[in-house]
């Protein structure tokens, strides 16, 4: 019943702020328009091709890992205590290796997309003012947050079309 007073409260605050009285709104996926943006594909080919090694080093890694499990599993109650022991501490080495090997990784993956943003968010922000003022929009709101817009009120691909043509 709680949930249920809140979320009225939440409706009732939406209809009442001043985007329920806009005459012209839009919407727009900005993430989706970057992502498809050229310099974002760039960017990710570049990425896939200078991490191809770690990559196929990670899947090399999680296939010995999975194979000293198999041994273990298979062969763990025939063996001796010491040969458990040199299976584990190289199980926990190609893990170790792993863990680190993913970590540089998803640090060289989170360091291009913020040198990427970096770029794009200036350009971004000015192509949406522009788009607002060109089709004299009241409120431009963030697609995911609609339940439904015409497609004619989806400024996506236009956001997409003018960062492909910015420089």
């Known amino acids: 019943m709680r949930s249920f007073i809140t979320g ?9 702020s001043p985007a329920a009285y806009a005459n012209n709104v839009a919407v727009a996926d ?27 080093r990670l899947e090399q890694l999680r296939k010995d890992i999975t194979g000293i499990q198999e041994r273990f599993q298979k062969d763990g109650s025939v063996m001796s205590d010491k040969d458990k022991q040199a299976l ?10 792993y863990n680190g090997t993913a970590e540089g990784v998803q640090r060289r993956i989170e360091e291009a997309q913020t040198a990427m943003l970096k770029t794009l968010m200036p ?6 003012d522009d788009l607002r003022k060109e089709g004299n929009y009241d409120v431009i709101v963030e697609k995911k947050y609609v339940i439904w817009a015409s497609p004619a009120a ?12 910015a420089k």
Do not use: C, H, M, P
């Open 8 to 16: 009225l409260g939440l409706a009732a605050s939406v209809v009442l």
């Open 123 to 128: 350009k971004l922000e000015a192509i949406i």
């Open 30 to 56: 900005s993430q989706a328009a970057v992502l498809a943006s050229n310099a974002a594909k760039q960017t990710i080919d570049g990425l896939n091709t200078s991490l191809k090694s770690q990559r196929e």
């Open 88 to 97: 584990q501490a190289q199980a926990q080495s190609k893990l170790n290796d």
């Open 154 to 165: 989806d400024l996506t691909k236009k956001i997409t079309d003018r960062l492909n043509a």
